[in-house]
């Protein structure tokens, strides 16, 4: 299993951009898909982002695509969310996660084994 730590969360205007990073240890980060997730209160978990092990493949919700990109640094073991354009339906506790069954990225939650704790991305309107 793998230990995950996010970072780069807080409060931003609407039109504003935050980065958001997530940190891993405990197994061969670069041999993990990775992912990012968000929820808010009463709603389930909805993906955001994944990547595959090598940074080749990378899917983003229609919901955030041209907005948000996701990368990763196999050297430093760390997955990172560029958040550009904020908008207020943004706001939510963001998750990062690691998935060791498939090679690619997956949009279910099941697929992903380690999850971090989250951290909260405000954005006002």
């Known amino acids: 299993q793998v230990q995950l730590v996010e970072s780069g969360g807080g409060l931003v205007q609407a039109g504003g951009s935050l980065r958001l990073s997530c940190a891993a240890s405990?197994?061969?980060?670069?041999?993990?898909?990775m992912g990012w997730f968000r929820q808010t209160p009463g709603k389930e978990r909805e993906f955001v982002a994944g990547i595959n092990w090598s940074g080749g493949i990378r899917y983003h919700a229609d919901s955030v695509k041209g907005r948000f990109s996701i990368s990763r640094d196999n050297a430093k073991s760390t997955v990172s969310l560029q958040m550009n354009s904020l908008k207020a339906d943004d706001t939510a506790l963001y998750y990062c996660?690691?998935?060791?069954?498939?090679?690619?990225?997956?949009?279910?939650?099941?697929?992903?084994?380690?999850w971090g704790q989250g951290t909260q991305v405000t954005v006002s309107s």
């Open positions: 405990g197994r061969i980060f670069s041999t993990l898909a």
């Open positions: 996660a690691a998935g060791s069954r498939y090679s690619s990225p997956s949009r279910n939650t099941r697929d992903y084994d380690s």
